[in-house]
C-alpha cells in the first residue's frame, strides 16, 4: 500500500509508525465490520478526518495508500492543499457551512459532505470553477435536535435534493448526517437506519444516488451494518483532540 519510489527501509519507518498501526486497524475494523453486513470492504470509503492534524500526518497516511482527506476549517486546510497538491489527493470538506466559505469550498474541494441549504448550493453551483468536474454533493441531515447540530431536516429533502439535481456544477451523491452520540450499538443503528430509509426514498424517487457518509470513530461498526458507504474516521488515527 506504499508508493512504489519509498525504500525498504523508508517503508519498515512507515510500518512501524503509531499512525501506521492505527491505520492497519482501522482497516482491520472495516473489514470485520463488512463481512459481518455480508458486504465487502472495498466497497466502503474510508475518509480520514485531518482537521487539526499537520500536513506531515496527512503525507505520512498517503504514503500508506490513504487517498481521502476530510476538513472542517477553511483557514487550516487550504495551506495544507496547496504544500500537498502533488499527492493528488481527494480532499471533503466537512465542516458548517457558511456563505463566506462557499467560494474557496466550491475551488479547492472535491466534495462536500455538509449542504443544507439551497442558497448555499446556489453560491457553490455559481462558484465552481468551469475547468473543474462538478463537485461531489452530500445533503447534511439533521436527525437530532441538539441545537449545535447543522443539517437540513428530513421533511426538507425532497425539495433540496431536486434544487442540487438542477445545478449543473454539482454532483448529488447522497445523505450525510452526525447522530447524537450513543455507546448504545442499538441506538446507533437506528440513526443510521433512518438515514438509509430515506437515502432510498430519493433513489425512489428518481435520484441516482450512491453514497451515505455516516459512521465516525466510535460507531463505525454500526454504520456499516446500516448499509454505510462513506465512513469518516479522525480519533481512532490521530487520538482525541484538545480542546479549544
Not at 60 to 83: H, N, V
Not at 112 to 125: E, P, V
Request: with cysteine.
Amino acid at each position: 500500500m506504499t508508493d512504489s519510489g519509498f525504500s525498504d527501509q523508508t517503508n519498515r519507518g512507515l510500518e512501524a509508525s503509531p499512525l501506521a498501526r492505527a491505520y492497519r486497524t482501522v482497516l482491520q475494523r472495516l473489514d470485520v465490520a463488512a463481512r459481518e453486513a455480508g458486504r465487502h470492504a472495498a466497497d466502503i470509503r474510508l475518509l480520514a478526518v485531518s482537521k487539526g492534524q499537520p500536513a506531515a500526518a496527512i503525507e505520512e497516511l498517503s504514503r500508506l495508500g490513504q487517498r481521502d482527506f476530510g476538513e472542517s476549517y477553511l483557514q487550516e486546510a487550504l495551506p495544507k492543499i496547496d504544500r500537498l497538491g502533488d499527492q493528488k489527493l481527494i480532499w471533503h470538506f466537512i465542516g458548517p457551512m457558511q456563505t463566506s466559505k462557499c467560494r474557496d469550498i466550491a475551488a479547492h474541494f472535491d466534495w462536500i459532505h455538509s449542504l443544507d441549504s439551497a442558497a448555499h448550493a446556489d453560491r457553490l453551483d455559481r462558484r465552481r470553477p468551469a475547468h473543474l468536474p462538478p463537485l461531489q454533493v452530500c445533503l447534511q441531515v439533521k436527525l437530532s435536535p441538539e441545537p449545535r447540530k447543522s443539517g437540513a431536516d428530513p421533511d426538507q429533502l425532497p425539495g433540496l435534493a431536486r434544487h442540487v439535481s438542477r445545478l449543473p456544477r454539482l454532483r448529488l451523491r447522497g445523505l450525510m448526517t452526525i447522530p447524537e452520540a450513543s455507546p448504545d450499538r442499538t441506538l446507533q443503528r437506528a440513526a443510521y437506519a433512518r438515514l438509509k430509509t430515506l437515502f432510498c426514498a430519493l433513489q425512489a424517487a428518481g435520484h441516482d444516488l450512491d453514497t451515505l457518509s455516516m459512521g465516525m470513530s466510535a460507531d463505525l461498526e454500526a454504520a456499516i451494518l446500516e448499509g454505510s458507504t462513506l465512513v469518516r474516521v479522525g480519533q481512532a488515527f490521530f487520538g482525541a483532540r484538545s480542546v479549544g
